[in-house]
């Protein structure tokens, strides 16, 4: 690691701090109506055809929550994927979930389809943010999950970052292997970025 990156990584472990309080701020109040309307967003603008999977999370912490996008999804008969934690320096497992299946305890608090549901690679990938920027760059835990798998699969999925408004930091740098957001949803609108 170069001192340019060290410097980078220390200036984003100040700023996740800074994310954790911001978002753990965000009024218990407002979550729910929040957590609808970013799902209103994500389907009135997002591109979706049938046959395309999206891979969601099980909200974890006070993470936006997803789980009405999840289930309008699922109840229009969407294919949905949920991730699965396989190991500290592995990419996360996606699993189709199908209707009826059972979600079990899947690690750090989250729930996922069973170990015989079929892996899959989505072709948009909704992923939790502790923070984000104007120009796309995304700030999450430090652990590297999304990363190691977006760079593992054989596809380009369309990034969709998932947010509260209020989560939006000034800067957050960027290394060459973070990949940026296509798309930002939270409860104010979405925004698409030029990432190209």
């Known amino acids: 690691m170069t001192d340019q990156d060290a410097q980078r990584e220390e200036h984003k472990a100040t700023l996740r701090e800074e994310a954790l309080a911001r978002r753990a701020a965000i009024p218990q109040a407002d979550r729910a109506d929040s957590a609808k309307a ?6 009135e603008g997002v591109p979706l055809s049938r046959d395309q ?3 969601l999370y099980w909200p974890i912490r006070d993470e936006i929550d997803c789980k009405p996008l999840l289930t309008r999804l699922v109840d229009s008969g969407q294919p949905v994927a949920l991730p699965v934690v396989l190991g500290e320096d592995s990419p996360l497992e996606l ?3 199908e209707e009826g299946q059972a979600l079990y305890p899947s690690g750090f608090g989250t729930l996922a389809p069973a170990e015989t549901a079929p892996v899959v690679e ?3 990938v909704v992923i939790p943010l502790l923070a ?3 120009k796309g760059t995304r700030l999450g835990y430090g652990r590297g999950y ?4 977006l760079a593992h699969m054989s596809k380009t999925p369309l990034l969709v970052g ?3 408004s209020g989560q939006e930091l000034d800067f957050i740098p960027r290394f060459d292997h973070d ?3 296509d798309i930002l949803v939270t409860e104010a609108g979405l925004t698409r970025f030029e990432n190209a």
């Not at 970013?38 to 389907?43: C, E, K, P, V």
């Not at 999304?146 to 798998?149: C, E, I, L």
């Open 38 to 43: 970013a799902a209103d967003g994500f389907l």
């Open 53 to 55: 999977i999206v891979a």
């Open 95 to 97: 699993r189709l979930w």
């Open 122 to 124: 989505p072709d948009i």
């Open 132 to 134: 984000f920027d104007r």
């Open 146 to 149: 999304y990363d190691r798998t």
């Open 162 to 164: 998932y947010a509260f």
């Open 179 to 181: 990949r940026p957001l």
